[in-house]
C-alpha cells in the first residue's frame, strides 16, 4: 500500500504560480513511476505532467514549458511547479503513484487538491 498526501493548491491569478506537493509513505519501494493528473468541471481526468523512478519526465503539451515536476528522493516527495497559469488550467489535481504489484501494476491516488486560476 502507498499513501499520497497533496498540498499546495489554491486561488492565484493568471499568470502566476503554484506549487504542488506529494508525500509518499508506505510501500514507496514499488513506486515505478509518479504524476500528476487533473480533472476539470464536467471533463475526464487526464496527465498533466509524469516522472520515473529513473528520473524521466514527460508533460503534457498544454503545459509544456510552464510546468515542471521534480523529486526530493530523500522526501519521498513529488512537486510540480506551475508557472505562467491560465484559467483553463483550473482543476482538481491528483498525484499519482504507479506501483509494481506483479505480475502487474497497481495505482494509488491522492485525495486531490483543488487550483483555480482567475482571469
Known amino acids: 500500500q502507498v499513501q499520497l498526501v497533496e498540498s499546495g493548491g489554491g486561488l492565484v491569478q493568471a499568470g502566476g504560480s503554484l506549487r504542488l506537493s506529494c508525500a509518499a509513505s508506505?510501500?514507496?519501494?514499488?513506486?515505478?513511476?509518479m504524476g500528476w493528473y487533473r480533472q476539470a468541471a464536467g471533463k475526464q481526468r487526464e496527465l498533466v505532467a509524469g516522472i520515473t523512478s529513473g528520473g524521466s519526465t514527460n508533460y503534457a503539451d498544454a503545459v509544456k514549458g510552464r510546468f515542471t515536476i521534480s523529486r526530493d528522493n530523500a522526501q519521498n516527495t513529488v512537486y510540480l511547479q506551475m508557472n505562467s497559469l491560465k484559467p483553463e488550467d483550473t482543476a482538481v489535481y491528483y498525484c499519482?503513484?504507479?506501483?509494481?504489484?506483479?505480475?502487474?501494476?497497481?495505482?494509488?491516488w491522492g485525495q486531490g487538491t483543488q487550483v483555480t486560476v482567475s482571469s
Open positions: 499519482n503513484a504507479l506501483t509494481y504489484r506483479l505480475p502487474g501494476t497497481v495505482d494509488y
Open positions: 508506505g510501500s514507496i519501494f514499488s513506486i515505478k513511476a
